[in-house]
């Protein structure tokens, strides 16, 4: 369950109902004063029980650090921090465990891990593992921040209700604090206020819905990434599929790319104040793999929810009959706008990985 | 330039116009019998010169063993294959070294690589590093052909032409062979034939245009892939960004699950045969990062080929001013014909990863 | 500080003074019921305390597991287990700060991490961190347990007092459950007393002696391993160089070979009960990369404890002047008896590592 | 195969007798002019046929280099170079492939790759895999040098015959100059000549001598390495273990200092021209796992050549019944001399990987 990136690795463990959650994050520079309140803000960003549309689970996602800090000041060892599991109620869970609940990770992970797979509160499938993912995602923004670099992301979509997009050629760090400070992450408030509109449809009818996150990075140098599989797609896909519900991952014109033609989606070279820049960026900041200096866009699909109230159809394994199922307990009707700062964290933990290696091999 | 599996990992090496290019394939079970001819079919897919959609430069794609097979069959070592770079003709390029075609890795391979960087041919990112994958690719398809397990890929859209998608549930081996037999690789014949009118229009427009490739795998069991960054998403997805071109990779109902419900979304389970199944498939066979025993369905985006024949914009490096390009040369209107068989290739290399993986990992 | 194994990876983490030192063991099979108690005793063979010859710092080694287990069978997670610092005494090592110890981390620690570096106790460089790699370690000798090998060692020399040697040939689970229970890890009690004596005299000296670990794994298959560097010898050294003092690993006659002639070094291959072993085993159970079936032999040196109370020479990096340097503070004149668990443990865990490895490439 | 680095990998393929044995490397810096002479000269010295003590199969070790260099200049690409087998005689082996040679790959190879290994001359197990890794090596040497940085090696023991040892404190480049200058590599002539003289006498019996090479960096800027697995002890172990027949490996005083007391073996701290030096070395330039700014100074011993003339007792593995073997072919009496360049080649590729790893990671 770890980030395995070149200069970087995150441990990601915990299952929803273990004692704990956490992550332990090695190869971070050593030196660095990490802002506590500051990564606390971000981590509230992520944290369940703010508002109709998300789960009423209340947990404050702390983060207790165990090593690699020395009064808040990165040592150079693995900071491990581990995030208390409190608010369980397993007993919500335990009928489940023989009628797996559909589109959930429940059956494959009965085929892979038998009968020790732990599926409480979906086990280490839960959403609940991105807790402690952002927070060590959240140092690693506040390390590229250092470096003139920015990330930020807002909600594109939910339930077909579309945000402004982000200006491919002048997004910038005014947008992300902006998003941030909004307790919905959109650029567009009254497209927020349909979204939230829709969500909660969504729950009164027992169901669920989907959304796109749109996240950027500005400030990047040129050059940074490589061929084949050293592209810098490669690590930031891998790194957003990690996030549960992810569908889909595109960057810059992504899927729209397939029915233009080349003098459309090209981006024309050109010099602005002594610099090279594109006209446009259809290529979402990405050529052959790497940089070109321009804002990074990508785009993540989410799945609804699987988890509704409404009445589904699936199997008893102990008896292998069909049979209904209604599966109650706290859920998102749309994890979406928890998931923005999940997005922001990973392509973080990619970005600061490939840049601290890409300085290692300069000549 | 490798792909880093777990139990396999291959380094692809060469550049457009370097002596070779080639791969060496590590990890690859001994004992297994390569059939040559089925390989080089294989290849002839992937191979240019096939007929007006594709490029003029014609160079048989004949892989030379240099190591790793003894009589056809591996010996347990490192396969080592090289193809010698035969028909290059490097003066074509050498006008363009100064001027950075517009969405090529030119601008950015020289801020990562300085004056060192191969620019000749599009250097080491030129397609034509496909071909030694597609080779280690193809060895893999075959072995997980004989594991039962069979993969197969199409045109689903070029310039908007949608082909037939496969079916979600019943997508099969007849469809992939089917599919290899045609010389243009669609389900739908009629689709082809304005698929191939849309390129031709593209060409002597000289542009270009885009599309999209759907990739299945059947025969997988359930449970292959994990939780969090051990999803088998992030490696198919990795992989398969890795293909030159690549702006977006979804699978299952990818960005269409972002507007749908959880009711609608959600894969029934039922139970067929005594086998549990779903009774769709809009997780593409994955859920939770594993395997469902369904069929897998990835989707990948494919930009217009950047190299076309308009004036476009750009900059003189030397000279740091605006200036217009047209780019000479021989070029396909369209990559995505050829990109069939590499996404093929891509897949089988994961999916034999995963399915080695976990086997070391049964108790 | 992570054991990067192909299917198993412990992330170790922690400094000698932080809130807790642990470790994350991810890859391990799902379904294995860990034996608490046999764990206990497995580590209290490595925890301090338990006579002359060790540190008087007295932790109970007790790991807390955070994740992982579900009513102690692992789940398939990661397993996360931390031991919290409790007995430190910081004031110990303040004075030690600007001087740093010969022989020690602290001077590298200083170049490398400058002033962020945590020096307390030795910081992660302790000894200690072997406290949460023997109970991961300790995990994996269980499994190996089950699939029917065993590893045990035993302290080969101390001082210049030698133990008797493992038969090479003939060791097995009798010696190693000998050892385990004995006090003191010797085969041969009165050179385990002469050994005490020579640890008691450096210790009254304000002086610390070095030794030698023999570790041996019996019940290992054949042809485990592989040519160059996936060659055994390589992981398992990585592993023992890993533990903290050790300055020298070999395996069968080790340096001894050296002197040897081809035909006596040479092991003759003879059919026993109709299995093929070696009549004489000075490749140590190791040829060619790979297991040969006989027992596995290994050894490794480790040096003097730097920290003696003898007045040594040092610097001051605040003054940049030449000084003279008194270590106050508890610690072992010999690291030899508690590193016996520890080099059982690395191990256990390289085997079962390479173990699932060559299960999921078998044909 | 392959040296998997942080930064570098370097993925060695190929068997005695196929087409070809070769290495690609990756992640070598870009913009660095290999001296092509020079890396001739140094395969030179790992070449056949260059005297009594070496076998008499003759073969110049020319690599051609398909990829990665333009003009002799890395491009940033894979450097895939391959050296043709031609002096390939399989009629020596064919005989053996039933009855495994002792103390040889032959029986656990067997055992691991069943009827599909290639036996033919140690397929990928002979020491002639070597010279592409020395190929490779030979690279990162002159990219350490460029950095001030140098490596090299000498026979410390043959048979029992030792040459001087380095200075531990004061080696230097002139040593290295003087010993690769030499035909045999010793920095005491007499010592040399009587080493060849027990190697004569050891061809004629029909026999082999085993010995010990000892290898030394200087120039090393301290604090390169890390604790626990991070130590450079550990891939500097891992990577000098790969080379064949190597059976121990040690750092500084090695197994000696399990002898020594800490107020003998500890290294004092002293400025000399404001810089920190030890005055001593016993930890051959490394505590704590990271380099201390000394010279590094490492000792592999290597077994005596397991191929002897004399008769050996083996088993034939289709009749299952033992039997007597003598060994044809051409071999040498003693790998020694030809290990000297191989120990500086994976020790520079260690180095150079682990500098750039640091240097990303600098704050």
Known sequence: MRFNGRCIQVSVFGQSHAEAVGAVAEGLPAGFRVDREALQAFLNRRA???GKHTTARKEA??????SGLLEDVTCGGPVCLIIRNTDTRSGDYEALQDIPRPSHADWPARVKYGGAHDGRGGGMFSARLTAPLCAAGGIALQMLEKRGIRIGAHIAEIAGVRDDPFDPVNVCETDFRRIAENGFPVLNAAAGERMLEEIEKARLAED????????AAVGLPAG?????????????????????????????SG???AEMRGSEHNDALRIRDGRIVTETNHAGGLTGGMTTGMPLLLRAAFKPT??????QKSVSLSRMEETELRIRG??????????????EAVTALVLLDRI???KGRDA
Chains 1, 2, 3, 4 share one sequence.
């Not at 669920?208 to 996240?215: A, L």
């Not at 940074?224 to 810059?252: K, M, N, W, Y």
């Open 48 to 50: 369940p029980g703010q």
């Open 61 to 66: 996602d702390r983060p207790e650090f165990l």
């Open 208 to 215: 669920s819905v989907g959304g796109i996150v749109e996240c």
């Open 224 to 252: 940074i990434g490589g061929p084949l599989f050293e592209g810098l797609e490669s690590d930031l896909a891998a790194a957003v599929f990690a996030i549960p519900a992810v569908r889909g991952v595109s960057f810059g």
């Open 255 to 257: 899927f729209g790319a």
């Open 306 to 311: 699987p988890s509704i109230g409404k009445a």
């Open 330 to 343: 706290r859920h998102d009707p749309c994890v979406v706008p928890r998931a923005v700062p999940v997005a």
């Open 356 to 358: 601290m290696d890409a």
